[in-house]
């Protein structure tokens, strides 16, 4: 009985079967009503039926809906209040679940999706997309030069540029670090990097005020077209290494996986070789 219960509300909290308070009173009224119907059906069999036939040592009223109306009217309130309370406590279960939910999908400093939401958000994808590794340029030095809350807002105002830089369907998430992650409908190679480099290029012209100076930033980023069959895994080592490519040429630039399988054409091989 304690384990359907418990199945019970955890059905009714996924499905948000109490996300508004009009939700509780309703199930307060119609789990009360046949409550109380059972109740008061249950009062006549007893005290009428068991009592005619001689097993209860009771006086019967001269009129049997008496018990109905007494019944219905005790039964009834208290049916009431004890379903709305449980019906509260459930729908505050599912507030705070939700609550948690968006949290822990949630990067607390940007605002931005974080990996795990964003790898979630990538595979629930129903269409061609393109994902794009996008790495903060030298931010090690502007942490080691201007501080650590410096830092922080370059990463909250950069975050802030790519969320809304890449239009309706684009998953935009920070990966961790000073790296985020970008997932728009592939409509085309040269349009993904036209976006791509439009972003990059006004966040290059922009000056950050930081610790009562101004500072530039930069990113370096890798793109990466792909089938259904390379899947999210396959996409995401390949802008890996494009990355890594862009960083290696100099920065400020974003490199395609295509030019990356140009110049290593074995599987990884950018990375190994740039690593070395």
Not at 5 to 26: E, K, M, N
Not at 177 to 190: C, I, K, L
Not at 194 to 221: M, N, Y
Not at 227 to 249: I, P
């Amino acid at each position: 009985m304690v384990s359907w219960l418990q199945q019970w509300i955890v059905r009714h909290i996924a499905a948000g079967a109490f996300s508004a308070h009009r939700d509780v009173l309703g199930f307060a009224l119609v789990r009360s009503a046949w409550t109380t119907l059972a109740a008061t059906v249950l009062n006549f069999v007893v005290y009428q039926v068991f009592g005619r036939l001689g097993f209860l040592n009771v006086t019967l009223p001269p009129d049997p809906w008496s018990d109905i109306v007494v019944t219905a009217f005790v039964a009834g309130p208290i049916c009431f209040l004890a379903y709305y309370l449980v019906g509260r406590a459930i729908r505050d279960l599912a507030v705070s679940r939700d609550a948690f939910e968006r949290l822990s999908r949630i990067d607390p400093l940007t605002g931005l999706l974080n990996r795990r939401a964003f790898i979630e958000s990538v595979a629930d994808l129903d269409m061609p997309y393109v994902i794009a590794v996008i790495d903060i340029d030298r931010f090690k030095s502007i942490n080691d030069s201007h501080g650590y809350a410096a830092g922080d807002k370059v990463l909250v105002e950069v975050a802030a540029e790519l969320g809304g830089s890449f239009g309706e369907g684009a998953v935009v998430a920070r990966l961790g670090g000073e790296e985020f992650g970008v997932a728009m409908p592939d409509r085309g190679r040269d349009a993904a990097f036209g976006a791509l480099d439009r972003v990059r290029s006004l966040l290059a012209r922009r000056r950050f005020e930081v610790g009562g100076g101004a500072i530039s930033v930069t990113f370096s980023a890798g793109l990466s077209r792909g089938g259904s069959e390379q899947g999210y895994s396959g996409m995401l080592t390949d802008a890996d290494n494009a990355l890594y490519l862009a960083k290696s040429a100099g920065r400020n630039r974003i490199v395609h996986a295509d030019d990356v399988a140009a110049i290593f054409p074995l599987p990884d091989a950018a990375g190994r070789q740039l690593a070395g």
